[in-house]
């Protein structure tokens, strides 16, 4: 039977470390582990798209997860990434972390060949059916085929270990529509927002929480403001989701994904090492330049020392056109009756 309480807070999906011949590097990992669960992170999520799980064999997949969960020791939950290429590699990842005391899995639609909404459904099914371990929907249409909404209400209403959906598109209005859907039949269901740039409303739609990129960056900002946020303190919130927006973009938009996050996990002193994508000069001057701007930013929240000769002064945002879109956000919640 599943595990009935709800999946809440912010899981962080991790950078990990490596070492000077791009391996893992066991004790700075099970370093940044302590590092984010004293920071107040609520829960681990090796395995995700900044963990870049495709760069590393299945070996190296659980052997990540093992060091995170036997690292954490029950302080924190992990919700460990175990999609494999096929349904049967899958269900044995399952099995693995299972045994070895993770809370649930997330697993992505199948990649590279695009499903239609029955081929979707009949894999989750598949997995659902014979895994020992509670399974998280994962949507990232972005990279893999899409589960709609549909699907997801199907699978929460036929799957007892189906027990949340962890998405990354970003989409509020189909977020509330998942919502909408599955609550009702599901009131345990999880509801997590894997993009950072809409945390704030995504919790005030309903949303249990995040997978959130920036919480392996500043887990002490992304931690305040979900705490802000479901304590209503939305003036508080809403400064604070502006701030953490704009280091977001500026990880995520300025190299490839996910080496800003790499470059500035070195800035707070986490010995993150060189990624395993290999970069042409161009990119690695690009890197250069990303990590003066992101020391800068970090900077200015206290994380670290300004680089040297200083840095610009930032724009500053509009307080009118931030609390518009915060009042839309709660008027439409208000006229579907949800706050």
Not at 20 to 28: A, L, R, W
Not at 270 to 277: M, N, P, T
Not at 286 to 307: I, Y
Request: glycine share 8%.
């Amino acid at each position: 039977m599943s595990d009935t309480k709800r999946l809440t807070g912010i899981f962080t999906p991790n950078i990990v470390p490596l070492d000077g011949s791009g391996e893992i590097n066991e004790p700075e990992l099970r370093r940044y582990v302590d590092w984010l669960i004293e920071r107040g992170v609520h829960g681990l999520y090796p395995n995700g798209s900044t963990g870049e799980f495709t760069r590393f064999t299945a070996e190296e997949r659980r052997r990540i997860v093992e060091i995170m969960v036997d690292q954490a020791a029950g302080r924190v939950p992990t919700l460990a990434g175990a999609a494999e290429a096929n349904v049967r590699e899958t269900i044995k990842a399952c099995e693995h972390y299972h045994a070895i005391g993770v809370r649930a899995v997330a697993i992505v639609s199948p990649f590279y060949y695009q499903l239609s909404a029955a081929g979707v459904y009949a894999y989750f099914r598949e997995i659902a059916d014979n895994s020992p371990i509670d399974v998280t929907l994962y949507n990232i249409p972005m990279f893999a085929s899409p589960i709609d909404v549909p699907t997801v209400k199907r699978l929460a209403e036929e799957c007892p270990r189906v027990i949340g959906i962890k998405d990354s598109s970003g989409d509020l209005p189909n977020m509330m529509r998942m919502i909408a859907a599955v609550r009702r039949v599901r009131p345990e269901f999880s509801f997590l927002t894997g993009w950072d740039a809409a945390l704030m409303p995504m919790l005030l739609i309903g949303c249990d929480g995040g997978t959130n990129a920036t919480s392996g960056i500043v887990p002490e900002i992304t931690r305040k403001l979900y705490d802000l946020t479901i304590a209503g303190r939305l003036d508080e919130a809403r400064d604070l989701q502006y701030r953490l927006l704009t280091l977001f973009d500026s990880m995520i938009y300025s190299a490839e994904f996910p080496e800003g996050f790499r470059a500035a996990l070195r800035l707070r002193g986490i010995d993150a090492g060189i990624g395993r994508q290999p970069k042409s000069e161009s990119q690695k001057l690009e890197l250069n330049s990303l990590s003066r701007d992101l020391q800068c930013l970090l900077a200015a929240e206290g994380f670290t020392e300004e680089p040297v000769g200083g840095c610009p002064v930032g724009q500053s945002l509009d307080p009118e056109h931030v609390a518009r879109i915060v009042q839309g956000v709660v008027g439409e919640l208000k006229r579907r009756g949800m706050a």
